[in-house]
Nanobody, 123 residues
Framework: QVQLVESGGGLVQAGGSLRLSCAAS????????MGWYRQVPGKEREFVAA????????YYADSVKGRFTISRDNAKSTMYLQMNSLKPEDTAVYYC????????????????WGQGTQVTVSS
């Protein structure tokens, strides 16, 4: 079972940047997709971005395209989310995810979740 530990959240002003990290313990499967979701109180968890562990194909929600960049370091079993030009509406708890079979944005099929990290963007 892959376990995920996130870091890097915090408070930033609108227009600023943050970088989130997600370290995976254990060895991610060659077919997996790792990704980021976010959630605000009273709303469903929503897809933000994902990356295929093998090959590195990336996927983004329309709301973050051009501002966020997902990447991974296979040797370190770590995934990153570089968030630039942050907006107040990006404020949420961000969760990293692991889908062993490589589905993108399929929240109900996620095998492992990180503990969540708060990102707050002030206006």
């Amino acid at each position: 079972q892959v376990q995920l530990v996130e870091s890097g959240g915090g408070l930033v002003q609108a227009g600023g940047s943050l970088r989130l990290s997600c370290a995976a313990s254990g060895r991610p499967s060659s077919t997996c997709v790792m990704g980021w979701y976010r959630q605000v109180p009273g709303k469903e968890r929503e897809f933000v971005a994902a990356i295929r562990w093998t090959g590195g194909s990336t996927y983004y929600a329309d709301s973050v395209k051009g501002r966020f960049t997902i990447s991974r370091d296979n040797a370190k079993s770590t995934m990153y989310l570089q968030m630039n030009s942050l907006k107040p509406e990006d404020t949420a708890v961000y969760y990293c995810s692991y889908d062993r079979l490589g589905r993108v944005g399929a929240l109900t099929f996620v095998n492992s979740w990180g503990q969540g990290t708060q990102v707050t963007v002030s206006s």
